[in-house]
Nanobody
Framework: QVQLVESGGGLVRPGGSLRLSCRASGTIVSIDYMGWYRQAPGKQRELVAQITGGGSTTYADSVKGRFTISRDNAKNTVSLQMNSLNPEDTAVYYC?????????????WGQGTQVTVSS
């Protein structure tokens, strides 16, 4: 059984920073890409950032220059450093990953962590 567990959400003032982390656990053979999505109230879930096994990164235009995604392959973790946060970043953030475990590869989601940017 593979699980993704996020941590690091919370309440922050505009202009502040937060760091999210996600750790994959279970019977893992290998991990392809790891990424972060977010879903604000009344909106569709959207990709925030993703990183391949080789370290290539992709960011949503709205977070370029403010967010940085990184991964630690030895620890099966992915992190999202979020700087210069603004109220539009308020959402539930979800970790997502394509993981090879057992018979094949599947996509897994974390339970989500709330990020609220407010004064």
């Amino acid at each position: 059984q593979v699980q993704l567990v996020e941590s690091g959400g919370g309440l922050v003032r505009p202009g502040g920073s937060l760091r999210l982390s996600c750790r994959a656990s279970g019977t893992i053979v290998s991990i392809d890409y790891m990424g972060w999505y977010r879903q604000a109230p009344g909106k569709q879930r959207e990709l925030v950032a993703q990183i391949t096994g080789g370290g290539s990164t992709t960011y949503a235009d709205s977070v370029k220059g403010r967010f940085t995604i990184s991964r630690d392959n030895a620890k099966n973790t992915v992190s999202l450093q979020m700087n210069s946060l603004n109220p539009e970043d308020t959402a539930v953030y979800y970790c997502n990953s394509r993981i090879w475990a057992g018979a094949g590869a599947n996509y897994y989601w974390g339970q989500g962590t709330q990020v609220t940017v407010s004064s």
